[in-house]
């Protein structure tokens, strides 16, 4: 057996390009140990260097093989530009068909023309940093366009925008001040970070806002969040922080979080990553510890708690889509936000959950060619995306 040989067959196969007699051949190179070796090592390169998503499936990985994927994953940043770093089930079907054979991958390579690729007149690129401030007096200022700076002084505090991040600053009079009320929203395709009074940090997803004073009160830390945001409160067991999120609050001392909380979206989830929080709504309450999630449905507001992974929650602020276990409807809500597009569905879609994690730093079009082979096609036609069977 030559090592070379594997790899032109894996990597055949890998594109859908192997035919019955190769296949054969390549079965019986992969029944040695050296083979299976060769072939891990192949993988993992095509792991590091492609887009790829692979539906789910259940199974354990071999010995060893799981941390020596994750370490590939972990490529350098210009290696990571267009990788799709899959979840645990993914994993599993792409050593499983990998060294058994027992299923076929649907493999996007650029130029191929397999995928179907979706007319476009002018490529959608993804979303980046951006937001509108909305002052106390009603003024609104665009950030996308501002320069590093002083944007804008109120009533006790400076507003200073500072590398794609907005920090509030203390005039000498701001225990005098009364507190006025600043909000921050991220339209579709933009997201955003902000450094408040207090000094705890919010990170804004698109389509979202939060609402809060120039400066806190002495009693309490209060701001209305809508959207989605991953916050780290700064810690002050006498001055607790509160946030508002339709209707139900988030009571935290010092702790990090995120919620989610579209109005689009069946589920309002709270979670937490670190420190306690407790989240309470007119039907009950519930006080949650690190790994934990809270979800109250938008009608019953009942809150019910259960693990979460936090990896997978925390996918959109480490610059990936994370599709795993989500349905059509869910995946086409986030591209919409993320790419600034409307979403017209024009025939019943498959009813399929997704799998894999793919970069939101890609273009629409190859965001699009990947997610064909869940067996959906899209046409784009200027900024509305049209989804078929």
Known sequence: MTVQRLYELTDKYLNNELGPGELKELHALLGKP??????????????????????EADGPLPAGLEERILAGAKAPASRLSRIVRIGRPARAAAILVLLAGIAAWLFWKPGSGKAGAPVTQQEILPGRNGAVLTLADGRSIVL???????????????????????????????????????????????QFHITLPDGSRVWLNSVSSIRYPTRFRETNRTVEISGEAYLEIKDNPSQPFRVIVNNSTIEVLGTRFNVHAYQDEDYLTTTLLGGKVRV?????????????????????LTPQVRTADTEKVMAWKDGFFEFDQLDIPQMLREISRWYDVEIRIRQP???????GRISRQLPLSEVLQSLESFGIHFQLEGRTLIVKP
């Open 349 to 355: 879609l498959p009813k399929v959950q997704l799998g």
């Open 144 to 190: 996308d366009s501002a320069g590093n700076g002083l944007i804008a002084s109120q009533a006790g505090s400076k507003v200073v925008l500072q590398d794609n991040q907005l920090l509030y600053q203390s005039n000498a009079d701001s225990t005098q001040a009364a507190p006025e009320m600043n909000t921050l929203t991220t339209p579709r395709g933009r």
């Open 34 to 55: 050296e083979g299976q070796a060769a072939a891990e090592e192949q993988l993992l390169e095509q792991l590091r260097n492609k887009a790829l998503i692979l539906p």
């Open 280 to 300: 309470s709504s007119r039907k009950g309450a519930v006080i949650l510890q690190p790994g934990q999630q809270a979800l109250l449905h938008q009608q019953e």
